[in-house]
């Protein structure tokens, strides 16, 4: 089993798991490596499964190894891997979707506090000798209207939490089938347009890449708050960084940017700016939860069973079951 990469201090739930079950598991770089050196493990090594966080899979580490049986992600976006590839070659594709629900819709809540109560912004003013209460301009998240776009399970739970603080729901998705009473469903542009925190709770597809631009941004209220806690793609950031610095937004709380880990000096500078550096999905919980879950599912397919998680329907090697 190839371990590409791991956002935290070491390989050792997911070692004792996979050698626990008699396996042996190569552990790539800490850091995302690049897909050019993921395809060069997955040759070299020919693993039976593939582990990424960040590392890109590219169809050609999935067509690497002839025994690959299962590419899982640790995480939920699906975005660093080339789904379609593996499919086709009877590979399965997991992840674990709901490990981090609550802590994901928790650092969205977080952010609308820090935006409206100033916490970010006023800490910065102290510590660089500005003491200015009366500068303040602060206000009332149950008098706002929060709009959600991407209603999945991360969704309800960010407007479960928001509208205990008494503020206007509304929420946009594509697949939306039903809402809560106190959630209102929306279009898009309404959203926009109605909202005075809008948060992007989007996954990162062909359909959804940019689906904040320069036009709908210009849609949102003058003086809003725009939180994004999904997949940088999902929004573009030379957009927003015109809109903080037109003024047609008064904040971005973004912990995820299409150029991570580099950030924008111009988006630095902007005071309206929260930036986390992509930490949301993370606590002592959720990151033991979503290793040992991962790690499992891959033990489950390479002992001959089928994933609990499955993100696809892979063809059938030889007329017989998936790899």
Known sequence: MLLTDYAWPDDSIERGIVEGAGMRLISGPSTPASAEAIDALALEHQPAAIMTCWAPVSANAIAAS???KIVARLGVGLDNIAVDAATGRGIWVTNVPDYCVEEVSDHAVGFALAWTRGIALF???VRAGRWDPAGAKLRRLSELTCGIIGFGRIGRATARKLAAFGCRML???PHLTAAPSDVQPVSL????????????HAPLTDATRHLIDRERIALMRPGSLLINVSRGGVVDTDAVIEALEGGTISGAALDVLETEP????RLLAQPGAIITPHVAFSSDASLRELRTRAAEEVVRVLSGQKPQQPRNAPVPRNGGVPA
């Open 66 to 68: 002839a025994g690959l």
């Open 123 to 125: 800490d910065r003013d």
């Open 171 to 173: 929420a946009f998705d």
């Open 189 to 200: 542009e309404s959203l926009l347009a109605q909202s005075d925190v809008v948060v992007v």
């Open 262 to 265: 580099n950030v924008p000096p």
